[in-house]
């Protein structure tokens, strides 16, 4: 327990969240060294995990480093197409993973101006590059006040610990 | 640690057309996403009935729509994940309908689970059961399919969920590439096990009590289906 507390003090200072379980199945090695999610700063956190990165009129969205491991591998994403709507908290898509579709909520409403269609030929872009590359929807906000309700990096990083602990 | 301290809700069926079950699901996934009810798991069986999942992978259907009829069979496109599959007498459903948000368990996490109790299921018949490989999610002794999961989760609620062999026709496996993986079999438990098996409802019972055990349920609560007005389903 001093360990964990230890681990989790020193993961605060690096900004991450530790996504280990203490009921968790055996995990194969690559996952063990994968103990800790990580957030990225500046951006801000839903609480069914999901990412938006706010610059002037666009917010492009994903979800975060912890959804990605509990996920699996992403092998096919379902997007919206441009110019739909989509509403803070309801679903605008879906990711496949080992034979489960997890619905993804949008964090803010707007209408979506963009979509990656790189996750098409690429799912896995999600896993590996979550916050880049892995990117699904850039929405133009409808209400950018939704923004101030969603979670800081360290909040989010605090969710993620309290929910782990289950 | 916080183990989830609930009764689960189980709601017992006979054979269930396919829709009726899924416009069920619909309904008791919404009720728990609201907190009307609590979690709760249905056990049942299908008609022949053959089903894909979101990605649509129909090229994974060998006969066409037609010939599928003729041999009294229906076809049916969901939003579960997973590939092409076959349910039929004999093969045991169980859809639970849980928060997964309840319980911190991730969508891998959830799968793993399912596996585990068809593992052990079999292993109570004498039948050496294990998980796949990377990707190839379901239940397996040796190269042959014995067990299938696809599920749906929506904010944070399962539903769908896993079908387990016990002896259904495995002929109408030939007609798909069963989950688009072509070169291994499907199976039963009745083509592995050594031993007589009892009724199929005994193995049900045992697939929810195993689930119940693995996901830490308090207790079981069983009812018989019909008490949810399932005739309201029935269009």
């Known amino acids: ?166 | 640690m916080n183990l989830q301290r609930t009764t689960l809700k189980a709601y017992k069926f006979g054979i269930v057309n396919y829709l009726n079950a899924l416009k069920l699901q619909e309904r008791l996934s919404g009720e728990r996403k609201a907190g009307d009810i609590q979690d709760t798991i249905l056990s049942l069986q299908h008609p022949p009935t053959y089903t894909l999942g979101k990605r649509r992978t129909d090229h994974n259907l060998l006969v066409t729509e037609s010939e599928l009829q003729a041999m009294g069979a229906e076809l049916h496109y969901t939003e579960r994940g997973g590939d092409i599959t076959f349910h039929g007498p004999r093969q045991a459903i169980i859809y639970p309908i849980i928060s997964l948000r309840a319980i911190g368990f991730g969508a891998r996490k959830y799968v793993e689970g399912l596996e585990s109790i068809m593992i052990e299921v079999a292993s109570l018949y004498g039948v050496n059961a294990h998980p796949g490989k990377a990707g190839e999610t379901g239940v397996w002794v040796g190269d042959r399919k014995i067990g299938a999961i696809g599920v749906r989760i929506s904010s944070g609620i399962t539903s769908h969920g896993l079908a387990f062999n016990i002896d259904p026709d495995l002929n109408y496996f030939k007609h798909i590439v069963p989950c688009g993986i072509r070169d291994k079999g499907v199976t039963s438990l009745r083509r592995e096990a050594q031993m007589q098996l009892p009724a199929d409802e005994v193995i049900h019972d045992q697939l929810i009590r195993s689930f119940a055990k693995t996901f830490h349920f308090k207790d079981i609560q069983w009812s018989q289906g019909g008490l949810i007005s399932l005739a309201d389903e029935i269009k």
């Open chain 1, 1 to 166: 327990m001093a360990l964990k507390l230890w681990a989790s003090s020193a993961a605060n200072a690096l900004k991450l969240s530790c996504r280990a379980s203490a009921t968790a199945a055996p995990f194969p090695a690559s996952s063990i060294s994968r103990c800790f999610s990580s957030v990225i700063d500046g951006f801000k956190y839903s609480n069914s995990h999901e990412w938006v990165k706010h610059e002037g009129n666009v917010a492009t969205i994903g979800i975060t480093d912890h959804a990605q491991g509990h996920l699996g591998e992403v092998v096919f994403v379902e997007l919206p197409a441009s110019g739909t709507s989509v509403t803070k908290g309801s679903g605008f898509g879906a990711v496949e993973s080992v034979k489960a579709t997890s619905d993804v909520n949008s964090p803010v409403s707007g209408e979506v101006i963009e979509v990656n269609s790189k996750l098409t030929e690429k799912p896995g872009l999600i896993n590996t590059s979550t916050y880049e590359d892995g990117w699904m929807i850039k929405v133009k906000p409808s209400d950018p006040s939704e923004l101030k309700s969603l979670m800081d990096s360290k909040e989010y990083s605090k969710f993620c610990e309290e929910e782990d602990a289950h």
